[in-house]
């Protein structure tokens, strides 16, 4: 059975490195897509500070469709090239947004949401997904957060093989 520790970091550096270390022992030997997801969100949710939704929404029918997460209730289908995360999708690059509410055509799933960083999961080529991180705080992520964030979603695609 797998063991969370919260993480105790002095830097952002440090944590991700951590996280790193947890997420491959916590998706070692598994390969389940949503299984992964589950416990990769519930991971993070509980490991970062100033967030309010964590979780994953997986390419369906030529959209995105909500999969696991932690957080309140969240908006169940996305188009491609909408919001933050169908604008990840679509171009394929983490989008980095300091305050939502100057993003062209942001959704409004939690109104408590001011900062947001969405990480795409592309898998064999393909874009499976996204991997997305709310905050009530402006400005809550930056440079070093997408950077860690984009390794521990290589580790989750990794997981899947």
Request: aromatic share 8%; net charge negative.
């Amino acid at each position: 059975m797998f063991e969370m520790k919260k993480p105790v970091a002095d830097s952002k550096h440090a944590l991700y490195a951590d996280l790193l270390s947890q997420a491959k022992g916590l998706l070692h030997d598994e390969h389940d897509q949503v299984a992964n997801a589950a416990n990769f969100a519930a991971l993070l949710y509980h490991s970062l500070e100033d967030v309010n939704w964590v979780g994953f929404y997986f390419m369906k029918g030529g959209e995105l469709l909500v999969g696991p997460f932690q957080g309140k209730p969240a908006c169940v289908h996305i188009a491609l090239g909408k919001g933050v995360c169908g604008a990840a999708a679509q171009t394929r690059k983490t989008q980095l947004v300091p305050d939502v509410n100057a993003f062209p055509g942001h959704i409004f799933c939690d109104g408590d949401s001011r900062s947001e960083l969405v990480v795409p999961l592309i898998h064999k080529g393909e874009v499976l997904g996204v991997l997305d991180l709310d905050s009530p705080k402006l400005a809550r992520f930056d440079a070093d957060d997408q950077q860690g964030l984009e390794a521990l979603v290589k580790v989750f695609l990794d997981s899947l093989r």
